[in-house]
């Protein structure tokens, strides 16, 4: 894999793709590119949000249908890359979902290497969460769901 | 006090090779993919070995040896099984300092902390084991005047563990203490940020254990971690680290149907009643370093007291002087024995941190100290440090919600005991939690009210062997520590046996 583009300072606001996801979730230029070459490798990906110890509150990515998504998770939205013909389903569980919901995620890429089972790690990088908080009109329009 | 030399430099008290293999069936093996990665210092950032970057056929192999070796180690006199576990322990208590250098360069803490508690924790648990294993027996029960029931414990075979990297050799010896002392074999997956500090431990125990009992298989967790714990192969998978991660493993597991124990973190509260500032006393002073203990490990601990919940009536002086205290921590070479918290394990984890103090501000929360990336000058400039970082705000905000894994404290009021107890379980997580009172009465109820698997009253971050360790809620299932967790490693065996000459009678 060549070189890939991450983002270094974190006080920097991260641009999004524009239309890259829903009102809730979306991604950064980087975060995008690098899934197109993830893909390659691995084929389809998904994306849990995870919480608690270490790696906790690190999106996990993996090949899609590898983790089972059940009755206890939210689909936040779906994520569009350019190049790639199948959206990335992004989720979380709900409970956690309940403390994360006032905020707007980006998923965005920072050099590192995480552990768990993420598949960008052994290329040196990580999948990193940058989150804002909802206007109130924005609150209003996702019908504070 | 001195400052520990740097490895690789000639005065240095341990050394790092250039790289380092597989280590299976009492060998070192190399990648069957020949590929191997870089590993740095958080300390610089420089990396200072290569690791063996493994695979499914590196798993493989290392199955192979564990079950050649399990069941020749499970029928091992218990005798012989706990005096190869205090050896163990013997031979890093004389090796401490090279093993403690090893761990603080390799994960970033400070040299204090790994000589004083990572360390000889290990050593203890070892020690521990040894014993538990030698006192442990079986259980018999007389149904009837001719037939008895045996209960044997019986060895699982070979076990799969998957280790975090916020204490490398600590967190591996918890599950290979009594993993080994009941007789398994074990394939270990050290965590991809730490993959190295474990052969210096190997180098000085590794010739103790019989070839195949231990291996240990570097890599990263889709590449090596994913096929342990998703093998058909073991018995058995042991997991430290985060919720998805812990749930995939879990999905695995149930594919295979065998257990699983996962400890995946929390977000533990301390709580401060009023009546601790009841004198300026020695308690008083306790009770402050208790509210500062969100640094120890740079607050890389799964039981990190992130959440201070702090009574009315003291809030305002106890907590600026918890900050005062907080503030004293001494951030600095993690090598020098005066550096009270070093770097922080990653550069993705910094970033992190970083990401959640940015999220605090905006949701409103009050900085009252730090809040900002250190830079401490010279070599240590290219390291991961983050400043001491106190926030004031409240429960529902995401700093209070979630695990950042830093040197970061969020701080509530509370107004009375029933307040104390619903913000303490307004979590999902239940690891950890502190109390602390002057009132025993108080205390005993807040430590039965806390829902968490251990809750310190008038202490903090003490991990004695004997004390059983562990989640409620959404912070996992299973034990570790205590004599206890010899049964999540074995097998309950029941003979049934009729002591009657005579036949039923039936047909």
């Known amino acids: 894999m060549s070189e890939i583009s991450t983002s270094t300072d974190v006080t920097e606001q991260v641009p999004e793709v524009p239309c890259s996801g829903t009102g809730r979730v979306a991604l950064s230029p980087q975060a995008s590119e690098l899934l197109v070459s993830l893909t390659g490798i691995h084929g389809p990906l998904m994306f849990h949000q995870s919480g608690g110890c270490c790696d906790g509150s690190a999106p996990m990515c993996y090949p899609d249908g590898d983790f089972k998504i059940g009755g206890s998770d939210v689909h936040l939205g779906d994520l569009s890359v350019e190049g790639l013909e199948k959206p990335i389903g992004f989720y979380m569980s709900a409970s956690q979902y309940e403390y994360w919901k006032h905020t707007h995620l980006t998923v965005d890429v920072v050099k590192g290497r995480g552990s768990g089972f993420s598949v960008e790690a052994p290329e040196g990088v990580r999948f990193i969460i940058r989150s804002r908080l909802f206007t109130d009109e924005e609150m209003r329009e996702l019908g504070d769901r | 006090m001195a400052t520990y030399a740097a490895p690789g430099q000639p005065d240095s008290v341990v050394s790092f090779k250039p790289r380092y293999d597989h280590y299976i069936g009492g060998e070192y093996v190399a990648p069957a993919k020949g590929q191997y990665f870089e590993n740095p210092t958080p300390i610089t950032g420089r990396t200072f070995t290569e690791v063996a970057r493994g695979t499914a056929d590196d798993v493989e192999k290392a199955l192979d040896a564990a079950e050649g070796a399990a069941s020749a180690w499970g029928r091992t006199a218990v005798t012989e099984r706990a005096n190869v576990l205090t050896t163990m322990a013997d031979r890093i208590e004389a090796n401490l300092e090279r093993i403690a250098v ?370 409620y809620k959404q912070s996992g299932i299973g034990r570790e520590n205590h004599k206890m967790m010899l049964d999540h490693y074995q097998q309950t065996k029941n003979i049934l046996q009729s002591y009657s000459d005579n036949a039923l009678g039936f047909f």
């Open chain 2, 102 to 471: 090893a761990e603080s360069w390799e994960n970033g803490k400070a040299v204090r902390e790994t000589l004083a508690a990572d360390i000889p924790l290990a050593i203890d648990h070892l020690r521990y084991f040894a014993g538990a294993i030698r006192a442990q027996e079986g259980h018999l029960s007389q149904i009837d005047e001719d037939t008895v029931a045996y209960h044997f414990h019986e060895p699982l075979g070979v076990v799969g563990q998957i280790i975090p990297w916020n204490f490398p050799i600590l967190m591996a010896i918890w599950k290979l203490a009594p993993a080994l002392a009941a007789g398994n074999a074990v394939v270990l997956k050290p965590a991809e940020q730490t993959p190295a500090s474990i052969h210096v431990l190997l180098d000085v125990i590794g010739d103790l254990l019989p070839a195949g009992v231990l291996n240990v298989v570097n890599g990263f967790g889709v590449e090596a971690g994913k096929p342990l714990a998703s093998s058909s192969r073991i018995r058995k998978i042991a997991f430290t680290g985060e919720t998805t991660t812990g749930r995939l493993i879990s999905q695995y597991a149930s594919e295979n149907l065998i257990p699983v124990t996962l400890e995946l973190g929390g977000k533990s509260p301390n709580i401060f009643f009023d009546d601790v500032a009841a004198q300026q006393d020695a308690f008083y002073d306790k009770a402050l370093e208790g509210f500062a203990m969100f640094a120890l490990n740079q607050g890389e601990v799964c039981t990190c007291p992130s959440r201070a919940l702090v009574q009315g009536g003291i809030y305002d002086e106890f907590v600026a002087q918890g900050v005062k205290r907080a503030e004293q921590v001494k951030m600095g070479n993690p090598l020098d024995t005066e550096t009270m918290m070093g770097a922080q394990a990653s550069n993705d984890q910094l970033e992190k941190i970083l990401s959640y103090i940015d999220i605090g501000r905006q949701e409103g929360a009050k900085v009252l100290t730090g809040g900002e990336r250190a830079d401490l000058g010279g070599e240590l400039s290219g390291g991961y440090y983050v400043q001491p970082t106190v926030f004031e705000g409240q429960n529902s905000m995401r700093i209070f919600q979630e695990e950042i894994f830093g040197p970061v404290l969020s701080v509530a009021r509370f107004t009375d005991y029933a307040d104390a107890m619903t913000q303490a379980n307004d979590t999902l997580y239940g690891l950890g939690a502190g109390v602390w009172s002057r009132d025993t009465n108080t205390a005993y109820r807040a430590g039965r009210d806390i829902q968490a698997g251990r809750v310190w009253v008038n202490n903090y971050h003490a991990y004695p062997a004997h004390a059983a360790f562990g989640g």
